[in-house]
């Protein structure tokens, strides 16, 4: 069996990149879970199926990280030698940080559901933008640095969405 402290893509036995198929993802993570699932060991006592908690506990983490492309390419970064540390560091490009104002005045002064389904609209198309960007620089480029940005940009673009969100769900 692979070690509990193999990596995501490794214990997965998928492609270490960004670009992920999710239904072998999922297909994948069924297929782990009734390998270590805890009522399999009920047989070999408790030691066994705490150890089969720990690995079904593991396969879960995984499958959170790999399926959801944000916490993919933050790990992904991370293991190629470039963490995000989106904490302290917090530089963006001066266009970004337009568009980022932009937005927000729109999400401020747009009080229809029309206008917040248009502007919901604009920021998934900018959020398939920067995903193919972080497949490019990580699975083509090879440049876990550069990605590091965009991974800063995705997560501003994913908290965002949320608030446009929140604010069209008070509307309806």
């Not at 790999?66 to 390419?73: H, S, V």
């Not at 190629?80 to 940080?97: D, K």
């Not at 568009?99 to 029309?114: C, F, N, V």
């Amino acid at each position: 069996m692979i070690s509990l402290q193999a990596n995501d893509f490794e214990l997965f036995d998928v492609p270490v990149q960004f670009e992920q198929d999710r239904a072998q993802l999922d297909t994948r993570w069924k297929t782990l879970q009734r390998e270590a699932h805890p009522d399999r060991f009920a047989a070999e006592g408790a030691a066994a199926q705490r150890v089969a908690m720990q690995w079904s506990v593991r396969i879960n983490e995984a499958y959170q990280r790999l399926k959801d492309p944000l916490k993919r390419a933050a790990y992904l970064c991370e293991l190629l030698g470039a963490p995000v540390q989106a904490e302290n560091n917090t530089a963006m490009p001066a266009s970004f940080l337009m568009q980022q104002m932009e937005w927000r005045e729109s999400l401020d002064d747009t009080d229809s559901a029309q206008g917040l389904e248009a502007l919901a609209d604009l920021v998934t198309d900018e959020q398939r933008r920067v995903q193919q960007e972080l497949a490019h620089l990580l699975d083509e480029a090879k440049d876990p640095a550069q990605a590091v940005g965009q991974v800063r940009a995705l997560m501003f673009i994913e908290r965002f969405t949320q608030e446009v969100n929140a604010k069209l769900d008070r509307l309806t």
